[in-house]
């Protein structure tokens, strides 16, 4: 491809020492840039791409797309355009040759559930018979091809790269869920989607986007990008939906479960903790569904999934056996199974809001203890480490607080900021080592308990101020009650 051919697709742009050239590649990555590549130098949070503009011409860069010009670049080619981000966004969709213009593509936004209801909807998907591709916060998953993920939602070079591995693979659908970060970063401005899921919302990351509606309006741009063609599938139960049904030219299709008038809802029969049966009731037809997840959270996102399911055209029979087949999802009240005579689920809650919907949940079918383990990360939103200390003390009868991922703040810091929100006659104790927390909370739990250990759910790291180590607290759960941890006491 000519630089002069992808430039075309950008909507607004001045050039200084034009030459044609042949576009072998694009990143805004230094690191990875090689001879032929277009540099495009985006202004991050710890570092700026127009600082490594020259060391991406000595890789070989035949261009520099970026938010100004510099005087000591010559000889190459500098793209000034007014959004750095928006234009990798556009240039990544042309470079590609549009992926998504070629495949059904659905978008899941929210605060929670996010990763749950994609892979309730992937399920469904493949049930169908088709393959399909998964962009979202535990890995990127491109047929046989599995890449751990960094961040929910890549950036936008990278998201039109896994789709058109996707088809090169044969796979004509694909599933990603959409961070607020992804849709205020401009990182989807290239995919064309089919279907947008809207689940819930409930403060969060208010450290990037300073209060609730400033988040919501990011979230909104989801659905704002549908057309008239596509499908907004969104909560009934949540009153947000209202602010979302405005911004959408897309047909709406509603799920909820206390909403009588939606289009897909549930009526919960029976739940567990090995799982929930309810009564599936769509335009499509009556289903009993026997869920292996539990908590009407869960239900909410089997809901979601399956009236995606109907506007991509599948039946009823397809949404049973894609619901049903999905035996878990990583982290996300996970079972862990050690021959022990009480439960341990490992949870990613890491909001007041997820940790509360999960210790309901429990709360409501547990017939013993719930003993948690939990803390907060670093470098987070602050507001909401005294409401999950709130949290934890209203629904568990006993709790653990310990590390998250400190990142550069003082684990000891988070902790007291946590303490806040709980009195001091409350059953806890404070244990910064989170292996320990783990390993105490596993031997003191009795027949019949619960252990939830939350926050940090599939991750397999944990970030500390200078470095990150091999963290799992599956790993950890696994070396307790087989009896192969050393403990640290």
């Given amino acids: 491809m000519k630089l002069s051919e992808i430039c075309a697709v950008l909507e607004k742009y001045t050039c200084n020492s034009f030459t044609e050239k042949v576009v072998l590649g694009l990143t805004h990555d230094s690191r990875k840039v090689k001879e032929g590549y277009i540099f495009v130098a985006i202004k991050g949070y710890k570092s700026d791409g127009h600082d490594f503009i020259t060391m991406a011409i000595e890789k070989g860069a035949i261009a520099v797309v970026a938010e100004k ?15 750095a981000r928006r234009a990798l966004s556009l240039l990544s969709e042309c470079f590609y040759g549009y992926p998504s213009s070629k495949m059904t593509i659905v978008g899941i ?54 789709l058109s591995d996707m088809l090169n693979n044969n796979i004509r659908y694909a599933v990603i869920e959409a961070s607020s970060h992804a849709l205020s970063q401009h990182r989807l401005d290239g995919v064309h989607f089919r279907s947008a899921v ?3 919302l409930s403060a969060e990351h208010l450290d990037y986007h300073e209060n609730i509606k400033n988040y919501r309006e990011e979230k909104i741009k989801l659905m704002r990008g549908l057309d ?20 959408t030219a897309a047909q709406i299709v509603w799920y909820g479960i206390k909403d009588t008038s939606a289009h897909v809802r549930a009526e919960i029969i029976n739940m567990g903790v090995n799982g929930t049966r309810f009564l599936l009731i769509s335009p499509w037809g009556k289903e009993v569904i026997h869920l292996k997840l539990t908590g009407n959270h869960n239900v909410y996102n089997a809901l979601a999934a399956a009236a995606t399911g109907f506007c991509l055209g599948f039946d009823m029979e397809i949404i049973r056996k894609g619901l049903e087949s999905l035996n878990n999802v990583p982290g996300r009240l996970e079972k862990l199974e050690y021959g022990q005579d009480f439960h341990v689920l490992i949870d990613y809650a890491h909001t007041h809001d997820a940790l509360q919907v999960v210790l309901e949940t429990l709360r409501s079918i547990a017939t013993r203890r719930i003993i948690l383990v939990f803390g907060c990360g670093g470098d987070r ?22 590390n998250d991922n400190p990142r550069s703040e003082d684990p000891l810091d988070i902790i007291r900021e946590i303490q806040k929100g709980i009195k001091r006659d409350s059953c806890y104790k404070v244990q910064p080592d989170r292996k320990v ?53």
């Avoid at 998964?134 to 091809?145: D, E, P």
């Fill in 381 to 402: 939103d602050k507001g909401k480490r005294a409401k999950m200390g709130h949290i934890a003390e209203k629904y568990s009868d006993l709790f653990w607080i310990t």
């Fill in 109 to 162: 936004t929210g605060t929670n559930g996010k990763t749950t209801t994609s892979f309730f909807t992937k399920s469904i998907i493949e049930s169908s018979g088709n393959k399909a591709g998964l962009i979202g916060t535990i890995y990127y998953q491109l047929g046989s091809r599995i890449i751990p993920a960094n961040e929910t939602t890549p950036e936008s070079v990278d998201i039109q790269s896994h």
């Fill in 198 to 200: 809207f689940t819930n």
């Fill in 228 to 247: 008239e063609n596509a499908s907004a599938v969104l909560n009934a139960d949540h009153t947000s939906s209202k602010y979302f049904v405005k911004s």
């Fill in 69 to 83: 010009g510099v005087d000591y670049v010559i000889h190459v080619p500098q793209i000034v355009v007014p959004n």
């Fill in 437 to 489: 927390a783990i390993e105490e909370a596993l031997l003191e739990a009795k027949k019949g308990d619960v252990v939830v250990i939350a926050g940090k759910g599939h991750e397999r790291c944990q970030i500390l101020k200078d470095k990150s180590i091999l963290f799992d607290d599956r790993e950890v759960v696994k070396q307790v009650l087989s009896g192969t941890m050393v403990s640290q006491n």
